[in-house]
């Protein structure tokens, strides 16, 4: 394989600037800091890689299997899974061109630097500064609708119906009206993009970034969709996200919508300014994976292994390490009670750099144990030990959390008192198929009891 270049920048700082380079070869991927970029005193390209630690060493990260490039940039490449909207438009545009890039790493990184600006976060990458440059300036230009209101929900809508490969005038028309939209990780099929700052949400969207058309307001927003076989998911999701809020914990703005028998949630952005500029955000799996080859997947390590990863990270950034672990431990308690099965190191993040790091608002709490390929009780799991009440070795869990085993048994319980209406709710939920309700309650009722039995 021939060395690869390309270069990062961010608009962390209110304006573009440049961050540093990437090189890859076959073994290793090494990204260097500019000196300029150095003194700014802006956050890095990881929590991992603080700026002022390393100057302009590079940072070397060896090539695996699974994260060929450095974690951080990996996740800004679609997963190659089937169904993978985002994906197979990308594949279809690299397949239009004269040479298109081999299968395997080539597509990979091409991906990478069609997709990998403007997403998740606050780190862009071009294959070049002159890249880099034509793409802020015309930032402001590109700000408009997409493709017409029912245009693009029925392209979306035919796709979503597809499973086998895409069909080749789909995916160039939905790159026509997209264009090649940022990419984001995750199973569910989802578009970043800008809706009216109403309200009520009429299915309308823009380019992401697009702050006004006319007099209106736009926000970003993440949209998920819900595909064959998830039948009710936003339903639930929508459910699960109005119960962490009545709870207290911080959560984005939603807004739900059917349109073209497609059931979408659009997800207010919280990496993003009210104007529109970016917030560093990263997921705890890639900064886990970023200081260990340990960590390849989401649910690698153990519940308090993932505790002790967060008080390490006190020596890489300013954290309120107690606050955040109180805030998994509280998040993880709800998950139980909830049916959300699916805490795992990439619904976790946090927000800032190093200069103040804290939990991202609840996201993705949807409870994935109504449908039974997802039916796990914790994503992230613990040695379980067959003798003891489960909760009671959840409690002691706690330990690692900065809880005593008391105080972590009343987080359960509070988790527990604070749903006791749930699955009602879950039973009035409209677009669901009564199969999952009915799984659900179950699921949660189970929990319940298991818990009762360590109170
Ligand atoms: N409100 C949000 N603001 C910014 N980033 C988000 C938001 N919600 C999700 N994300 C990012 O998008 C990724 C995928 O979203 P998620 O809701 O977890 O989808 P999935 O159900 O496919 O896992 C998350 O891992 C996170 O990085
Ligand atoms: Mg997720």
Redesign the pocket.
């Known amino acids: 394989m021939t060395d690869r270049f390309a270069v990062l920048w961010t608009r962390a700082g209110g304006k573009p600037v440049k961050m540093g380079n990437v090189v890859a070869t076959e073994r290793e991927c090494r990204v260097t800091y500019d000196q300029a970029f150095v003194r700014s005193g802006l956050p890095g390209f990881s929590l991992i890689a603080p700026p002022a630690k390393l100057g302009t060493n590079a940072i070397i990260h060896r090539a695996t299997e699974r994260f060929p490039l450095h974690p951080r940039l990996m ?1 800004m490449i679609p997963p190659n899974t089937a169904g993978n909207l985002q994906r197979r438009v990308y594949a279809e545009l690299l397949a239009k061109r004269p040479v298109p890039p081999a299968p395997g790493f080539d597509s990979e990184w091409e991906i990478l630097m069609l997709a990998g600006r403007n997403g ?2 606050h780190l862009d990458v071009f294959p070049s500064d002159l890249d880099a440059q034509t793409w802020y300036d015309t930032m402001e230009r590109r700000a408009h609708l997409l493709g017409g209101r029912s245009g693009v929900w029925r392209l979306l809508q035919d796709e979503i119906q597809q499973t086998g490969d895409m069909d080749e005038a789909t995916a160039r028309e939905l790159a026509e009206v997209m264009g090649p939209t940022p990419t ?7 578009i970043l993009v800008a809706i009216p700052d109403h309200l009520e949400w009429d299915g309308t969207m823009a380019l992401p970034g697009t702050s006004e058309i006319g007099r209106t307001r736009f926000t ?3 949209v ?1 969709i819900e595909q064959p076989g998830y039948e009710g998911v936003t339903a639930l ?1 929508a459910l699960a996200y109005d119960i962490h809020e009545e709870l207290g914990f911080q959560v ?1 703005r939603r807004w739900r919508h059917s349109v073209e028998g497609l059931n979408v949630l659009a ?6 300014t009210s104007k529109g500029l970016p917030i560093t ?1 990263e ?1 705890l799996l890639t900064i886990f994976a970023g200081g260990s080859t340990r960590v390849t997947s989401t649910s690698d390590l153990e519940l308090h292994e993932v505790a002790a990863w967060i008080r390490r990270l006190a020596s890489l950034c300013a954290i309120d390490v107690n606050e955040a672990l109180m805030e998994i431990f509280r998040r993880l308690a709800v998950a139980l009670m909830t049916g959300n099965g ?1 805490l795992h190191l ?2 976790l ?1 946090l927000l800032g750099g190093f200069d103040g790091a804290r939990m ?2 609840v ?2 709490p ?1 409870p994935m144990r109504a449908w039974q390929r997802h039916n796990i009780q914790m994503a992230i799991p613990i040695d379980f030990n067959r003798d003891k009440p489960i909760y009671t070795q959840i409690a002691r869990q706690g330990l690692a959390f900065g809880l005593t085993e008391t105080a972590a048994l009343g987080v359960l319980r509070w988790a527990h008192d604070a749903t006791l209406n749930y699955r009602e709710r879950v039973g009035a939920a409209t677009g669901v198929p009564d199969g999952q309700k009915e799984r659900l309650i179950r699921v949660v009722g189970r929990e319940r009891e298991l818990l009762q039995l360590a109170l």
């Open positions: 996740v998740i976060g984001v990780g995750g199973m569910t099929s989802k970003d927003v993440i998920k999701e984005p997800v207010e952005r919280f990496d993003r955000y997921g699916d990439e619904n993040g991202a608002p996201f993705d949807a």
